[in-house]
């Protein structure tokens, strides 16, 4: 019963933020991610991926980078999806829907991945809004392929792990800022030869190169 009622109470504040405050977005200023460096460092990225028009639709991001960053040596990759969101409400016919980000966790599932684990780490490089930051960390499987996950959601100069705090953010940054405009950054390596600790560090070597590249893109 009091988890009924305390749900009832966030859907009504959550309605009194939509309707009663900041009717009138602001989207701001940023850079395309079509211009984002493709070799940074010692990684480079020889072709930047796509989606379908029916896949971006139901994704919902505005701008996004999909790239296999490699190095020669030693040999590796690391998968980045960066997908922008420059509102996460849908307004259509006088009415609002909901465009917001979606959970790694509840997509990758529905791909054909299992998550064999997940915890929530501190992340520390540079160009972070927290120094150190708290981020998701996955490892999942298909088969006899694994791969290790890192995740957050990036918004107005923060750093979200958790998928209720994205969702509580969203409303108060409307109510406050008349911003709904937010981020997922995504990092995937795969894990060879049961050497998790190798992906690890690739992920942490590619994150330093381009997060502190990110303030031009998710604007805070």
């Not at 296999?68 to 590796?76: L, S, T, V, W």
């Not at 160009?127 to 959601?153: C, E, F, H, S, T």
């Amino acid at each position: 019963m009091l988890k009924s009622l305390a749900a009832l109470g966030f859907l009504a504040v959550n309605f009194y933020i939509y309707y009663g405050f900041a009717r009138v977005q602001v989207f701001p200023p940023r850079e395309e991610f079509a211009t984002f460096p493709l070799q940074l460092g010692a990684w480079s990225c020889p072709q930047r991926g796509s989606m379908d028009a029916a896949t971006l639709k139901n994704l919902g991001a505005s701008d996004y980078l999909i790239c296999d960053f490699q190095r020669a040596d030693p040999a590796g990759f690391v998968g980045v999806y960066l997908g922008y969101h420059e509102t996460q409400i849908r307004e259509e016919g006088g009415g609002s829907g909901e465009n917001s980000i979606h959970p790694p966790k509840h997509c990758l599932p529905g791909s054909g991945w299992d998550i064999i684990d997940h915890s929530v780490v501190d992340l520390d490089v540079p160009g972070l809004p927290q120094q150190p930051a708290q981020v998701n960390r996955m490892v999942i499987a298909k088969g006899d392929a694994r791969q290790l996950v890192y995740y957050w959601y990036q918004t107005q100069g923060r750093v979200i792990a958790g998928d209720w705090q994205k969702i509580a953010y969203l409303s108060w940054d409307r109510a406050r800022s008349s911003r709904t405009d937010g981020a997922l950054l995504r990092f995937t390596a795969p894990i060879l030869h049961q050497d998790e600790d190798a992906a690890e560090r690739q992920i942490h070597e590619l994150a330093n190169e381009i997060v502190p590249r990110l303030a031009a893109y998710v604007p805070n």
